[in-house]
């Protein structure tokens, strides 16, 4: 091959050269031949090929044998909250049925693949959910999109599901008591109580109890989740929606939590300071928070619900 005026770049059958055909005379080889690779292969690799297959093995069986044990433990209680001890006849015939054990085929070949026990719990949840519903389609593709996360991007699923709850609260006052969803107990504790005074401690406790809600969480997810997620990524798996935006703003969504009409963004450092600390480690800006924190598509959604995170 002619690479230049006077370059050819020659091939032998274990060695690259390049000549020179101007002035100065003489091949000059480059890189190292065909048999030296080999010889570093097999000394690199192929010695150490049995002991690494061994390796990969022991690793799929571990994941394999907590996938089934887990699995075990939770047909168990199942069986012991069923009546007379006995799996209920309609998941005893799901469980039997072609379309179940290949699934089950599919999800023990996912985690001997992955080596990964901390999805495990999620499968367990996702296939006795599948036994005991008749959500067949959505259950499948969320196994099926499973595969292709691992433990970060489903713990950002389940960070988006928290932020967007609407946690509860109970009011006690004067020997009364009633429960609300945050957004709504405001105006109530102002319907409700006379006692300025009071009313003002109520809705303080009200802010406080929210801010604690929003900064805990941040606090639980930024120490379970090792490295930022590719918001992007999670759209082509069809977790979350690419062209939809949630209609309550971030602003919006703070601001009834904390019974402010018009919240501002420079706010939320003062307030939920966790929060930002999340995601700044995510790489979100404040200003981008409704462009990335996406809804949930229904697959999304169904492995939130199957996830069984409690935040203390």
Not at 143 to 156: C, E, G, H, P
Not at 206 to 235: C, G, R, T
Not at 273 to 293: A, G, N, Q, R
């Amino acid at each position: 091959m002619v690479l230049g005026k006077n370059l050819t770049l020659s091939q032998g059958e274990n060695s690259v050269s390049l000549q020179n055909q101007g002035e100065i005379n003489g091949n000059v080889n480059i890189g190292i031949s065909l048999s030296e690779i080999t010889n570093l292969f097999e000394e690199l690799f192929s010695a150490k090929l049995p002991s690494l297959i061994a390796d990969a093995k022991s690793e799929s069986y571990k994941a394999i044998a907590d996938f089934a044990l887990k699995f075990h433990e939770k047909l168990n209680s199942t069986v012991n909250d069923a009546i007379g001890n006995s799996i209920d006849e309609k998941m005893e015939k799901k469980f039997a049925s072609s379309e179940v054990q290949s699934l089950i085929s599919e999800m023990v070949n996912q985690v001997g693949t992955k080596n990964d026990i901390s999805l495990n719990e999620v499968l367990v949840n996702l296939l006795m959910d599948k036994l005991s519903s008749n959500n067949d389609y959505l259950i499948n593709q969320a196994i099926s999109y499973l595969k292709y996360l691992n433990k970060d991007q489903v713990f950002f699923l389940c960070f988006i599901e928290h932020l967007r709850n609407v946690p509860s609260v109970s009011v006690q006052y004067n020997g009364e008591q009633f429960d609300s969803d945050i957004f709504s107990v405001y105006q109530l504790i102002r319907d409700k109580i006379t006692t300025l005074e009071l009313q003002a401690d109520l809705l303080q406790k009200a802010e406080d109890f929210y801010k604690i809600y929003i900064n805990d969480m941040s606090k639980f997810f930024i120490s379970n989740i090792s490295s930022p997620v590719d918001i992007d990524l999670l759209a082509l798996n069809n977790m979350v929606f690419s062209d939809k935006s949630y209609t309550m703003s971030i602003l919006q969504l703070f601001g009834n939590g904390l019974g402010i009409n018009d919240y501002k963004a420079e706010s939320i450092k003062i307030d939920f300071p966790d929060f930002i600390k999340f995601i700044e480690f995510m790489k979100i800006d404040v200003s981008e928070l409704d462009e990335l924190i996406k809804p949930l598509t229904p697959f999304g959604k169904c492995i939130v619900k199957n996830c069984n995170i409690k935040i203390n």
